[in-house]
């Protein structure tokens, strides 16, 4: 890859790129050498081309304000409430990536940076161009990422394909722990983080390359992971989101629940100073006890990562946390679903509805049949049901075996896609140089499911995992100026004393196309395991693999191959992909098969470098 725009922002080599006056909307930085590939952008014309794909990248350009010894974290922390914020001193300077060793100090650290949309060329990797997401509040509306917070900023094509949509953080750069603050509109008072109240917003951009936000008060003490704009239902339009809310003790407050899970809200339509969010509007809930089961944390039961619309269809998916089910989800809001004790079917006259007139389940501590209590509160009525053939079992049982499903993408109404991030388990073996659960792990990676039509039921056919290496340490590139990845053990400033070096885990944002000759080309993002102080700031990949739509067992496709697209390189995390904006859908789907494109996409070795 050109790993030269990773260090673009730092070296003072970005330029704006003047666009057509709209409210609302703001201009974007494009590289230099990026920039004479857009020669229309000023005049409204596309920046963009159609066909290619979009990776949302956080890149590191600002340390954070940090003396090892000195500063106190949480930031604040010493006019906090000490019943539930707890100042420790930091271990580590504010460099990356030693700056995370500070999670010992501080279980909610993190460190905004700016995002990088990389548009690549599908057929042989190659980087079009780099834009970074506006990040600066002096120049209008702006939007960063977490470093560190490994399962936001995936990024999907709206139900009409003319955007593409992402969350974060309306903080600048370096902002120390935005990623577990309150939002300013939904306050918990025992937030065990004390960083100021952040707005979380939504982006969306065009093929122009212009964009917009919509701030909104949801995902208070956490993060929003996805989100998918439908431009055409309603009169403003409708967002979809997921994510997850809370950072503090319990019972959680109606912030927290109601600003959990899935979402739905308005598309802003104006520049984020002139923005007001209002309470959050929750859209799917679910509670474990629709399986007949015990209640455990209603409120975590709904905490998603995945998102997909499909044929009308809203689903999600979750797979973390000690609570609920790490399964696939689909959403019902007509009532018209076939279900059954929590599991179910959509129906085929499932419609999307708009967020002008959505009626949202309400906060309740009174509901006997979900469990609903002033010590377990939660939402009432469910209408979010796990997708017939998927896991149910709880997540409270999970093990290194487990499935956590993230990103989600259908083929055609009988294929999907699952992404699996893995388990998260960094034990290593120094004498096999291998973190072992992740290498031993049979379901991570990309789960290929089926429709049972006899059955009535999704399948799952078999789990795609040749050339991800599972568990094995990579090598992490170098960027344009040289900076090297450490090497060796993590034991110096509060470290963890395993490797640095990360190694592949599972899948987690993902996208594809199916192609002309019955094969199905899919790009995802890597989750990692490693021995750094935190292992979502950890240097991962985007990689490519050609699947046979037609083959249904392991048998069938044990040629196929993950190859790289993106490396692992100093100071970068990819988090998601999708194609670009202006790209035309099948039938107004968002995740079915883009047009069929020519054969020879092709992944490229770590390190390789492109013009």
Known sequence: MNVSRLRARKAGLALAVSLAALAGWVSVLVSPAAAEAAPGSAGGHDLFAPGN????????????????????????????????????????????????????????????????????????????????????????????????????????????????????????????????????????????????????????????????????????????????????????????????????????????????????????????????PGVPTPFGNFNITELGVSADKSGKDNNYRGLAVYDGVVYFSKGSGSNGVDTVYFVDPNGSATVADGVGLPSDSETLPSASNWTAPAYSVSDTALSLTAKNPGLTPTNAYILKGFPTTAAKTATDASDYPFGLWFANPTTLYVADEGAGDNTYDPTTSTYTAAAASVTAGLQKWSFNATTDSWQLDYVLQNGLDLGTPYQVAPDRQGDQYPTGLNNTDGGTGLPWAPATDGLRGLTGRVNANGTVTLWAATSTVSGAGDQGADPNKLVEITDNLAATTASQVTREQFRTVLPATYGQVVRGVAFTPGTPLTDGNNTSPQPSLPQGSFGLTPGREQS
């Open 53 to 276: 794909l979009l990776v949302t990248t956080g890149v590191w350009t600002t340390n954070a304000d940090i003396t090892a010894g000195t500063t106190q974290l949480p930031p604040n922390c010493a006019a906090a409430d000490p019943t539930y914020v707890t100042c420790g001193t930091a271990v580590a300077p504010g460099t990356y990536p030693i700056v995370f060793n500070n999670d010992a100090a501080d279980g909610s650290f993190g460190v905004t940076e700016p995002i990088v949309l990389d548009e690549l060329n599908p057929h042989d990797g190659r980087l079009v161009r780099a834009v970074t997401v506006p990040d600066n509040p002096a120049d209008g509306d702006y939007l960063t990422t977490s470093f560190s917070s490994k399962s936001e900023l995936q990024i999907i094509q709206s139900t009409d394909g003319r955007y593409d949509t992402f969350i974060g953080y309306v903080a600048p750069p370096g902002t120390i722990d935005a990623s577990n603050a309150n939002t300013p509109g939904e306050q918990d008072p025992t937030i065990a983080d004390s960083a100021t109240p952040t707005y979380r917003a939504v982006a969306q951009v065009d093929s122009a390359g212009r964009f917009e936000f919509t701030e909104t008060n949801a995902f208070s003490g956490d993060n929003g992971r996805a989100a998918i704009l439908d431009p055409e239902d309603g009169p403003h339009g409708t967002i979809f989101a997921v994510g997850n809310a809370g950072n503090g003790a319990n019972p959680e407050p109606a912030a927290v629940i109601d600003g959990a899970g899935s979402q739905i809200l308005t598309p802003a339509g104006k520049p984020e100073a002139a923005q007001k």
